[in-house]
């Protein structure tokens, strides 16, 4: 089987997503990307499982080899830093239960490796993310262009093989 990367954008609302089929003269295709959206009203609970139920969902439709995560970084408000750690921690699950190959980015490596530059604005990083893999349009929502872009850096910062 050849080597596909599942990138995720961890939320407990919406989480972004966007497979990749590496190539290796570097023409990367977009298999798919999306979101994942939880129960507006649901607890955590049952938002944690539509995330894990998704993200099962995807890892059996596509058979990733390689999870791509954004890592945890720290808000302004506390309580935002560990929801926002419980989504990723379901990830990381999802990603563990499927045996697949975990590598994580702050999200200031995502955005240098993607942009150029650490700060860039999400609409930098979604235009980027329509040049380097050739797409007509940005991916939309905002969360899926980010879990393209977060599996692209797992792609363009490996060492080669």
Do not use: W
């Not at 893999?133 to 991916?139: A, D, H, I, Q």
Request: positive net charge.
């Amino acid at each position: 089987m050849s080597e596909r990367v599942l990138g995720v954008d961890p939320g407990t609302a919406v989480t972004g997503y966007g497979v990749i089929q590496p190539s290796p003269d570097g023409r990367h295709r977009l298999v798919e990307c999306g979101v994942i959206r939880t129960p507006v009203r649901g607890s955590l609970g049952q938002r944690l499982l539509a995330i894990h139920d998704g993200l099962t969902e995807l890892i059996d439709r596509h058979q990733p080899t390689t999870l791509a995560v954004e890592s945890v970084f720290f808000a302004r408000n506390v309580r935002t830093t560990v929801v926002l750690g419980h989504a990723r921690g379901v990830v990381l699950l999802a990603g563990a239960a499927a045996h697949l190959e975990i590598v994580e980015f702050p999200p200031a490596t995502v955005k240098k490796a993607i942009v150029g530059a650490g700060g860039a604005a999400k609409a930098q990083v979604a235009y980027m993310v329509q040049q380097l893999l050739r797409l007509k349009t940005p991916p939309t929502p905002a969360d899926s262009a980010d879990g393209v872009a977060i599996a692209l850096t797992h792609l363009l910062t490996r060492s080669p093989v």
